[in-house]
């Protein structure tokens, strides 16, 4: 080869070289790239407090919410816009593009593992019934209900309430589906149900604000897990899932996650117990 053959064959590579490296980062980066562009994060919330709220002006709080918005802001990804979404269709609606994250105490379990990019966790929390007064049906576990051939437990659509009472052996015709904290306690009110499930701060604080001296709660149910929660990612946005890890550990190690969470009732040293293997393999 002579000499002005090779330095036409160097010049061609580095020019390559040149090229390669000056491409965009990878697709998963650019899925933070296109959120900074795009100003926000489309987060899918349920609206069940304080995991996740909107107020009548439709601000938008909770203590997933609020972690991710703190961490986007961090991120260059200036705020989020939430759309409430029932837990059951959360994550076909990740899939489909129609949400860039789930934010709303999404419980890690095996099967959700497989099917999204989790955070690590973010928010802890037990079991809890709301019931009658004086539990007529001494209604403490999954099981109980599962005994009882009159007792009805109400349920988030494909939440991990309505699978737990499943899984314990409540026939499906028992398994009441409701969309809402409000439907959930109105159901119960006129003996539609006889015992509404949702995690220990949720019941507390719809209980709590409902006021209503026939109302009583049994935390923990008995012999349920102790769930935490994460961050959702669509599969293939591993990056981006990393990159508000970085944060979220960030903020877990200089007391900022907790300053969030914590006024909620959620125990920071719950979450940081733990980590995503532990919970995606748990159960
Ligand atoms: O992850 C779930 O399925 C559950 N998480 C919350 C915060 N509420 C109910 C729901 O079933």
Excluded: W
Excluded at 65 to 91: C, H, N, Q, T, W
Excluded at 127 to 140: D, H, R, S, V
Excluded at 145 to 162: F, K, L, Q, Y
Excluded at 234 to 241: M, Q
Aim: proline fraction near 6%.
């Amino acid at each position: 080869m002579n000499i002005k053959h090779f330095l036409t064959m160097a010049a061609g590579a580095s020019a390559l070289m040149a090229i390669v490296l000056a491409a965009p980062a990878s697709a998963a980066d650019d899925k933070l790239e296109e959120l900074k562009g795009q100003g926000f994060a489309r987060v899918a919330i349920a609206n069940e407090p304080p995991f996740t709220a909107v107020a009548a002006d439709g601000k938008v709080s909770g203590a997933a919410p609020d972690v991710a918005r703190e961490i986007f802001k961090r991120l260059g990804v200036e705020d989020i816009v939430a759309s409430i979404s029932e837990y059951g269709a959360m994550i076909p609606g990740l899939q489909a593009g129609r949400h860039d994250v789930i934010t709303a105490g999404l419980f890690m379990k095996p099967e959700r593992c497989a099917a999204v990019a989790y955070s690590q966790p973010i928010l802890c929390d037990a079991e809890a019934f709301a019931l009658k007064k004086g539990n007529p049906l001494g209604l403490t576990s999954y099981k109980d209900i599962a005994d009882n051939p009159d007792a009805r437990i109400g349920a988030p659509g494909g939440g991990t309430e309505e699978k737990l009472a499943l899984e314990a052996g409540v026939p499906r015709d028992r398994v009441i589906v409701v969309p809402d904290g409000q439907s959930g306690l109105k159901m119960l009110q006129d003996g539609r149900i006889d015992v509404y499930s949702l995690p220990v701060l949720s019941i507390n604080d719809l209980v709590s604000k409902a006021n209503d001296p026939n109302i009583e709660v049994v935390a923990p149910v008995e012999g349920a897990p102790v769930y935490c929660d994460g961050a959702a990612f669509r599969k293939g946005d591993e990056a981006l899932r990393d990159a508000f890890d970085v944060e979220l550990a960030k903020m877990k190690e200089s007391g900022d996650f907790a300053k969030i969470i914590e006024p909620y009732g959620f125990s920071a040293a719950a979450a940081m117990s733990t980590d995503r293997e532990k919970l995606c393999a748990a159960q």
